[in-house]
């Protein structure tokens, strides 16, 4: 098991939801961190002033250019991908564009001599299933050029890091909430909007789903790279998702709950995505396979829920 003092390792994304969340826990465990963020990027700020880290203005296209700054690392830490929005989720040409950028971002990693490469992968790359079972061994069907983009690397990353003695970590996420999340996911919306008396348009919620909180998720990733040496070489699919999976319309009367029964809740009024309410029923074996049995959650959906009141919203 590797410990984190003194690892370089690199994020692209690091100013992102997850990226951010995962610096703040590499940093805080001794490691240093090289930030590659875009030129115009505004979101520097998200995190604090630390003296092992170190901020590279980049492109993903860029990083390979960035080697000769970093010099060497252990480990390389990719959550940059853009096009997420739902203008963009569905169009071939900007998710190309995200392939492409990721394809040297591992061109980046074979030139600093990393140990290990790990990307941001998605549910969406599972596609539709006939219960909403997804395990990492299912073979994928994604319904729109978002996950289609995402399982493309994933087979190529696979492929390069096999051919470069490099173990891979494709961590597909579901869904992720907490502090600094979207202000326009549904957990964002209820915790906002409830306390203040607001209704809320919501689909019928009777799919099953979810819910991960943030600090979990990045500890999540750092736990698997901390216990990469024992898979030395191995290229692996990981969902990285709770255990805690019900109705979503379970999740969603527990934060009304915990909102006081502030507000009110108008199911059927939401108009939905155009896959329709699916559900979704992460297997999480792998996760805990490649930690050695260790990995456990830290914060239930309801310390998670009070969490965001507290932090966003005063509550």
Partial sequence: MRNLEGQRIVITGATGFIGRNVAEQLLAQGARVFALVRPESRQRRSLPVH??????????????????????????LHFAWGGVNREEIDSPEVQASNVDGSLACLEAARKLGCQVFMDAGSRVEYGITADGTMEEAMECHPVNAYGRAKLEFAKKAEAFCSQNQMTFYHLRFFSVYGTG??????????????????????????HRWNFMEISDAARAVTELYRFSDLHEGECRVVNVASEDTRTLREFVEEIHRICGEKGSLEYGTFVQAKEGALSICPVVRQLKALTEETWQEQVSFKKGIRRMLEEEYGG
Avoid: Y
């Fill in 51 to 76: 003296e092992h880290l170190t901020w590279i203005e980049a492109t993903m296209e860029e990083a390979e250019s960035c080697a000769p700054l970093i010099g060497h690392a252990d480990g390389f």
């Fill in 181 to 206: 999340d979207h202000p326009w996911s549904i957990i964002s919306t209820l915790v906002r909007e409830l306390p203040q008396n607001h209704k809320v348009s919501l689909s019928a919620c009777l």
